[in-house]
């Protein structure tokens, strides 16, 4: 039996963000965590690679704004996604992330579902 080579990790440096003041504007929120993300990659002498949003960057926290906030995310297995995606949070992830040259791991992102 052939052995294999154990995987090579690289040392990366890590950035969360708390992001404070998430309220019930969502282009304002937006706007907010674009800021805080080139903000922590721009003001770090230390570059991170990774840069992590909180839970709920693009609405206030609750159940009951979860129905409000969430997207139609246009997700389909196997297709080229951000670019066709209708959600704002998406396209604002993929920007700020490509912008600050950084993979970003954005919170998470409240998903509308059609009702059969």
């Not at 706007?31 to 805080?36: D, G, I, S, T, W």
């Not at 609750?62 to 906030?69: L, M, T």
């Not at 969430?70 to 997700?75: F, L, T, V």
């Amino acid at each position: 039996m052939a052995s294999v080579a154990p995987p090579v990790f690289k040392p990366f440096t890590l950035t969360l963000i708390q992001l404070g003041s998430i309220g019930s504007d969502k282009v304002v929120n937006f706007q907010h965590a674009h800021k805080m993300i080139v903000k922590a990659v721009k003001g770090n002498s230390d570059k991170p690679q990774v840069v992590v949003l909180l839970e709920c960057f693009n609405s206030p926290y609750g159940f009951v704004h979860f129905p409000v906030y969430a997207e139609n995310i246009g997700y389909t297995a196997g297709k080229e996604y951000i670019q066709a995606s209708v959600s704002e949070s998406v396209k604002m992830r993929s920007s700020a992330a490509k912008e600050a040259g950084i993979w970003l791991i954005g919170g998470a992102l409240l998903k509308r579902v059609a009702r059969r």
